[in-house]
């Protein structure tokens, strides 16, 4: 690999660990931004859900179980959708955990492969 300033700058086998580790990462990341997107949509649609329960004088709602709608008390559809609402902000929860470390990982490798190659790497997204 050549730096700017003329020199060649070897790339060791631990700095193409390094540069495969960060793609990983990197890939990994888009991953997880993806997961969050649908997660944050889904608790949404449950908070939109359960207000539309609030406003509803019915008993008995129609509730999709798999592919079909089936009746069941308004009580019981509310304490499924609380449910599902806090099993998604909990994986919500993880993912961004996740997001956090993987970040932090990827600006340490930044650091670490900047310092060598300097300009000669980009590991910035366009």
Do not use: P
């Amino acid at each position: 690999m050549q730096q700017a300033g003329g020199s060649e700058t070897e790339v060791t086998w631990e700095d193409q660990q390094y540069i495969n580790k960060f793609g990983r990462l990197n890939n990994r990341l888009h991953e997880l931004e993806d997961e969050i997107k649908i997660a944050k949509e889904a608790n949404e649609n449950f908070e939109d859900a359960s207000n539309e329960l609030i406003l509803t004088d019915e008993e008995v709602v129609r509730f999709l179980i798999g592919e079909v709608f089936c009746h069941v008390a308004k009580d019981e559809v509310e304490m499924r959708i609380e449910k599902m609402q806090q099993t998604t902000t909990k994986h919500l929860e993880k993912l961004d955990d996740e997001k956090e470390s993987i970040l932090a990982e990827m600006a340490e490798l930044k650091k670490i492969l900047y310092g060598k190659f300097k300009d000669s790497i980009n590991l910035e997204e366009d």
